[in-house]
């Protein structure tokens, strides 16, 4: 089955630094989602990119589904960005969650 | 008002106790979904249902069962309940089943069977 390895495992930031979110999985897929889950909370789709560089606000999500990787960059961190994003390559009728990257934003 | 909504969000049962967990979307998704979340593990995927009586296992689906009988509800169900089925578990919905629909999540509803 998709394998999911998500790097680093957490990530300690100041305010105003940039992060690199890194996502490796196994097995094609014809998407990568990224989903922001908050501090014992839900999770809120963020990105949904089949190829190539996708932007919103603050978060640019390069995929390249070839070599089966994606990153997610976050520009200017605030602490409210504090919180774990996890990846998801989609393979058509189901996503395979990775365990994420814990990401802490001091002020 | 886009909103996937799961009752109860705590609850603690005792081994081989029934365990209902309800699942409501306000957005007439075809898709909806039941997760678990495990430290370490990730979300693990249980039963997908593509709509009413149209129901699918999952990766995990061993010891749950589920219900669609309205396609606003979908419900999880733990007959005599185990203690390794102590976790977080999620619905989730999305308008179709295809590739690239935004998956909305629930709150979780937090299970602790002792």
């Known amino acids: 089955g998709q394998q999911v390895q998500q790097s680093p495992a957490s990530l300690v930031l100041q305010e105003g630094e940039n992060a690199e979110l890194q996502c490796n999985f196994s097995?094609?897929?014809?998407?990568l989602q990224w989903f922001y889950q908050s501090p014992g909370g839900s999770l809120v789709s963020l990105l949904s990119?089949?190829?190539g560089t996708k932007h919103t606000g603050r978060l640019t999500s390069t995929t390249v589904t070839k070599e089966r990787r994606s990153s997610l960059h976050i520009s200017s961190s605030q602490t409210t960005d504090s919180g774990t994003y996890l990846c998801a390559p989609d393979m058509g009728y189901k996503l395979t969650f990775g365990t994420g990257t814990s990401l802490l934003v001091d002020p | 008002d886009m909103k996937v909504t799961q009752m109860p969000r705590y609850l603690i049962k005792r081994m081989g106790e029934n365990v209902l967990l309800e699942c409501g979307q306000d957005m007439s998704h075809e898709t909806m979904y039941w997760y678990r979340q495990d430290p370490g593990l990730g979300l693990q995927l249980i039963y997908i249902?593509?709509?009413?009586?149209?129901?699918s296992e999952g990766d995990i689906p061993k010891g749950y069962r589920v219900s669609r009988k309205k396609r606003e509800h979908f419900s999880l169900i733990l007959d005599s309940a185990k203690t390794n089925q102590t976790s977080v578990y999620f619905c989730?919905?999305?308008?179709?089943?295809?590739?690239?629909?935004?998956?909305?999540f629930g709150e979780g509803s937090r299970l602790i069977v002792v």
């Open positions: 097995s094609t897929a014809t998407q």
């Open positions: 249902s593509y709509d009413v009586d149209s129901n």
């Open positions: 990119n089949p190829s």
């Open positions: 989730a919905s999305s308008l179709y089943k295809n590739s690239g629909n935004t998956l909305y």
